[in-house]
């Protein structure tokens, strides 16, 4: 299973952006996946998930309402639209697939990880 991310760069603080992953045709579709994020210095932290069928979400408190995240099955991408960025948003932003249909906030709750991709949000 191989998972692309892509979407990431440098925005203003209040900013948007939008993360995409891809994942290989051979990523079951009927997996749940998620976003996590690891800043310098930090433990890679839970951002969000979304189950196999796109039905349930989850969300961590500090992205709550800030962030969507959302799956094209059809096309095997994982999204993350990103609104009112804050520089504490500032982190490497990596999608996953989860060992399950439906997932939750663990790091062992997933079992196939991408490369991740930047994001920077200036104050």
């Known amino acids: 299973v191989q998972l692309q991310a892509s979407g990431g760069g440098l925005v203003q603080a209040g900013g948007s952006l939008r993360l995409s992953c891809a994942a290989s045709?051979?990523?079951?579709?009927?997996?749940?996946m998620g976003w996590f994020r690891q800043a310098p210095g930090n433990e890679r932290e839970f951002v969000a998930s979304?189950?196999?069928?796109?039905?349930?979400?989850l969300y961590a408190d500090n992205v709550q309402g800030r962030f969507t995240i959302s799956r094209d099955r059809a096309d095997n991408t994982l999204y993350l639209q990103m609104n009112s960025l804050k520089p504490e948003d500032t982190a490497v932003y990596y999608c996953?697939?989860?060992?399950?249909?439906?997932?939750?906030?663990?790091?062992?709750?997933?079992?196939?990880w991408g490369q991740g991709t930047q994001v920077t949000v200036s104050s």
């Open positions: 045709r051979r990523t079951s579709s009927n997996n749940a």
């Open positions: 996953a697939v989860a060992r399950r249909s439906v997932a939750g906030r663990g790091l062992s709750d997933y079992v196939y």
């Open positions: 979304v189950s196999w069928n796109g039905g349930s979400k």
